[in-house]
């Protein structure tokens, strides 16, 4: 079956420093990847996305590109501020036989930025 | 407008109470989505409506009972629940459903406690 297997948190970090978020996949078909963002107290928001082997997905200063040959899809970021502050979940969308097209998450990082 | 309304945000019911979570969108979305989460957890699938349809239902026991009464409304009835049902309901919504590059639309939640 499919799995999502994402870095283990809590992640720490001073404000302006590298991020990373490591991702890796297990899929029987072809996945389109997310990158899904949790602020406290809210829902999920799509971060961003990418659909095929070798896409860059961005938004917000965040980049993560789908590598089909090391099966990952990990989360960067050059310069993290307080704001991002939040729990990161690393998703992915397969079809899973009959008519089901299921989103499969993995446990989700939890990121404290401090000043 | 680009939002998912959930209503309560908070719920605290008994065990031998019946209470319902609301969820409304109007991006125009035929397909609408429960999840449950559980603290520091990924959100898991319950259910899933596509075209006020139930589509998919994730083995979820009968205590929960969805219903999907127009496209841009999502209820949850809840009855006799246990307290291990306590956790953050969230709704979702997409585009559609059945491919896997659709992005999810997911509501604040509704914070359930059952005593």
């Known amino acids: 079956g499919n799995s999502v297997t994402q870095m283990e948190g809590p992640v720490t970090l001073s404000e302006e420093a590298f991020l990373t978020i490591n991702c890796t996949y297990t899929?029987?078909?072809?996945?389109?990847l997310f990158w899904y963002v949790q602020y406290p107290g809210e829902g999920l928001q799509l971060l961003l996305k990418?659909?095929?082997?070798?896409d860059k997905g961005s938004n917000k200063g965040f980049e993560a590109t789908y590598r089909k040959e090391t099966t990952s899809f990990h989360l960067e970021k050059g310069s993290v501020q307080v704001s991002d502050s939040a729990v990161y979940f690393c998703?992915?969308?397969?079809?899973?036989?009959?008519?089901?097209?299921?989103?499969?998450f993995g446990k989700g990082t939890l990121l404290t930025v401090n000043p | 407008d680009t939002e998912v309304t959930q209503t309560p945000k908070h719920l605290v019911m008994g065990m031998t109470n019946k209470k319902s979570l609301k969820c409304e969108q109007h991006?125009?979305?035929?397909?609408m989505y429960w999840y449950k989460q559980k603290a520091k957890k990924p959100p898991e699938l319950m259910f899933v409506?596509?075209?006020?349809?139930?589509?998919i239902n994730e083995s979820v026991p009968s205590r929960f009972s969805p219903e999907c009464p127009n496209s841009s409304l999502l209820n949850l009835h809840l009855h006799a629940l246990q307290p291990e049902d306590s956790a953050l309901y969230l709704c979702?919504?997409?585009?559609?459903?059945?491919?896997?590059?659709?992005?999810?639309?997911f509501g604040s939640g509704t914070q359930l406690s059952v005593l």
């Open positions: 979702a919504s997409s585009r559609l459903f059945g491919t896997t590059n659709e992005k999810l639309f």
């Open positions: 899929a029987t078909g072809y996945p389109s």
């Open positions: 990418a659909t095929k082997a070798d």
């Open positions: 998703a992915l969308s397969d079809y899973s036989g009959g008519s089901n097209y299921k989103l499969t």
């Open positions: 991006m125009g979305h035929r397909a």
């Open positions: 409506y596509s075209y006020e349809k139930l589509s």
